[in-house]
C-alpha cells in the first residue's frame, strides 16, 4: 500500500512538472523564477521518494562521490551525467524537459546521448544522506558559481553569474527537507546566512552541469 501512494506521488509531481515546463516562456521574471524554484522542489521530492521507496536498497539515489554508495554503483562527474542514469533507470519517470530553465533549448526526449550541458539548469549536491542537516542547500540554478558547500557563504551576488544559457535575474535554492528559495533583487546584496536563516554547513561537493 505504501509503495502504491509513493508511485501516485511520483506520478502527480511529474504532471505537475510537466505543465511547468510548458509555461516557461511565459510570464514575468519573477514568475519563471517561481516556476524554476516549484521544479527544484519536485525533483528534491523524487529523489527522496526514491531514496526510501525499497528499504532493501540501502544505496542511495542521490549522486555519491564513492560509487559503491550509489544505487548506479558508479560515481557521478556532474549532474548531466547524473540525471542522465536518473531518467534512463526509471528514477524518474519523465523526459530531459524536467531539467530544462528558461531561455534553454527544450529535450524532450529520454534519449541520454542527446541531453546536453547546455541543456540542464541544475546543479545537484553529492553525498547527501540521513546526516545533512536542513541548511543544507542541495539543489540549485547553475548561475550559483560554487563548487562546494563551504563556499555558501558572503553576500549572494558574490556567488551568482550571469550566463547566457539560463535566462533569469535570480537563483534558486532547494535545501535538504524540501525548502526552497527565490533570491533575486536586493536580497543579493544579502548574505546566505541573512536569507536562509543560517549559514549552510558542512563539506559537500557539487556536481555541476
Same mark, same amino acid.
Given at each position: ?76 562527474? @556532474?549532474? &548531466?551525467?547524473?540525471? $542522465? ?5 526509471? +528514477? *524518474?519517470?519523465?523526459?530531459? =524537459? ?62 551568482? @553569474?550571469? &550566463?547566457?544559457?539560463? $535566462? ?5 535554492? +532547494? *535545501?535538504?527537507?524540501?525548502? =526552497? ?29
Amino acid at each position: 500500500m505504501a509503495k502504491r501512494i509513493i508511485k501516485w506521488l511520483v506520478i502527480v509531481l511529474i504532471v505537475g512538472t510537466i505543465l511547468l515546463c510548458f509555461f516557461f516562456r511565459n510570464g514575468t521574471h519573477q514568475g519563471r523564477l517561481t516556476r524554476v524554484m516549484s521544479m527544484g522542489r519536485n525533483l528534491y521530492v523524487t529523489l527522496w521518494v526514491r531514496s526510501i521507496m525499497d528499504p532493501s536498497e540501502p544505496r542511495s539515489a542521490w549522486p555519491q562521490t564513492d560509487g559503491k554508495r550509489h544505487q548506479s554503483g558508479i560515481a557521478h562527474q @556532474t549532474s &548531466t551525467e547524473f540525471f $542522465k542514469w536518473a531518467v534512463t533507470s526509471d +528514477v *524518474m519517470g519523465f523526459d530531459f =524537459s524536467f531539467f530544462t530553465g528558461p531561455g534553454m533549448a527544450v529535450n524532450n526526449t529520454q534519449i541520454p546521448d542527446t541531453f546536453t550541458a547546455d541543456q540542464n539548469a541544475w546543479c545537484i549536491v553529492a553525498n547527501v544522506d540521513t546526516n545533512t542537516t536542513e541548511s543544507m542547500p542541495v539543489l540549485f540554478t547553475r548561475n550559483i558559481a560554487v563548487t562546494n558547500t563551504s563556499e555558501f557563504t558572503g553576500p549572494i551576488r558574490n556567488s551568482f @553569474t550571469i &550566463t547566457p544559457k539560463l $535566462k533569469l535575474n535570480g537563483v534558486v535554492v +532547494v *535545501m535538504n527537507g524540501g525548502a =526552497s528559495w527565490v533570491i533575486s533583487g536586493d536580497l543579493l546584496d544579502r548574505t546566505w546566512e541573512e536569507v536562509l536563516g543560517s549559514r549552510p554547513k558542512g563539506d559537500h561537493p557539487v556536481l555541476r552541469p
